[in-house]
């Protein structure tokens, strides 16, 4: 006759096991979420066309309106239009510049002489919420797309450390990682600021 010899497992051993693959359980759902929200945030890409630009000052009206036409001359639809250095001062005065431009606009204001940044957006988009600083330099949106949230932060770094570094530092914070978030900016990095400064071609 075979006779089979049944362990004695202990509750004591039986725990760490348990504990182990509710760890491992919860690795594979972070996991997976993780993949579902940049899943998300490559189908919004793929679906909006987004533009970058430091404009340099658009304080000057043909400037302006030489900026939105050669928007509306763009073969691609741009959903959203993120400006930087517009050296726009208030809400009300960016709502003139780009009322008949197409887009709703929103604003970080900065002075009339620097800063500044604004993004503009098609109605598609569905403006839930707004996170600016007080100089122009830090522009958040949150939007909704086909009732999906994601972020656009829209940045103007100072060009001299180390207040770009620390500029950098405190935008960190500021984005929430479990928001699909897309940062777009002149983040005034360069290797070589003799160059940039001259303009001389590598």
């Not at 997976?32 to 304080?59: D, G, H, K, P, T």
């Not at 002075?111 to 500044?116: D, E, L, T, Y």
Request: net charge neutral.
């Amino acid at each position: 006759m075979c006779q089979f010899q049944i362990p004695n497992y202990s509750l004591v051993q039986i725990v760490p096991n348990f504990s182990c693959l509710l760890c491992w359980f919860q690795i594979l759902i972070c996991f997976f979420v993780q993949i579902v929200m940049y899943s998300f945030l490559f189908s919004v890409l793929m679906a909006l066309s987004i533009l970058s630009l430091n404009c340099n000052e658009i304080r000057d009206r043909s400037k302006r309106a030489g900026l939105v036409q050669w928007l509306r001359s763009l073969s691609l639809v741009v959903d959203v239009v993120c400006l930087q250095e517009t050296h726009c001062v208030s809400q009300i005065e960016c709502d003139l510049w780009f009322s008949s431009s197409g887009f709703s606009s929103c604003l970080s204001s900065g002075s009339n002489h620097s800063c500044g940044c604004i993004i503009l957006y098609r109605p598609a988009l569905s403006l839930v919420g707004l996170w600016v600083d007080t100089v122009g330099r830090y522009l958040q949106c949150e939007f909704s797309f086909y009732g999906k949230p994601f972020r656009i932060c829209c940045l103007y770094a100072p060009n001299r450390n180390p207040e770009r570094d620390q500029f950098l530092d405190d935008v960190s914070d500021k984005v929430d990682p479990s928001v699909p978030t897309l940062l777009v900016s002149d983040f005034n990095t360069v290797f070589d600021r003799l160059k940039d400064r001259l303009a001389l071609i590598p």
